[in-house]
């Protein structure tokens, strides 16, 4: 079973940057694809962006696309998301999530069977 530990999150201005990153352990990521979600106070936990195992395809939810980048290091057994322009409604704890499937990432949590314990970014205005 894999493990999963997000770091990189924070307080940050509207208009700023941050890069979330998703250490793996247990077992090697690049038998899974991989996803970011995020989930606001009062909110349902929704896609932010998935990349494929080898890393050559990615999804982005619409309403970040754009200001987004997923990669991943199978080498490393990372997943990082470069976010960018960040707004205050950015506000969530985000999560790391690994499925273990081949092909496309998607976008429904089921997806899923591994999940981090998540990492706070609050963007202020």
């Known amino acids: 079973q894999v493990q999963l530990v997000e770091s990189g999150g924070g307080l940050v201005q509207a208009g700023g940057s941050l890069r979330l990153s998703c250490a793996g352990s247990?077992?090697?990521?690049?038998?899974?694809?991989m996803a970011w979600f995020r989930q606001a106070p009062g909110k349902e936990r929704e896609f932010v962006a998935g990349v494929s195992w080898a890393g050559g395809r990615t999804k982005y939810a619409d309403s970040m696309k754009g200001r987004l980048t997923i990669s991943r290091d199978n080498a490393k057994d990372t997943v990082d998301l470069q976010m960018n322009s960040l707004r205050p409604e950015d506000t969530a704890v985000y999560y790391c999530?690994?499925?273990?499937?081949?092909?496309?990432?998607?976008?429904?949590?089921?997806?899923?069977?591994?999940w981090g314990q998540g990492t706070q970014v609050t963007v202020s205005s």
């Open positions: 247990g077992r090697p990521l690049m038998r899974y694809i």
């Open positions: 999530a690994a499925g273990e499937r081949h092909g496309d990432p998607q976008v429904e949590q089921t997806a899923y069977e591994h």
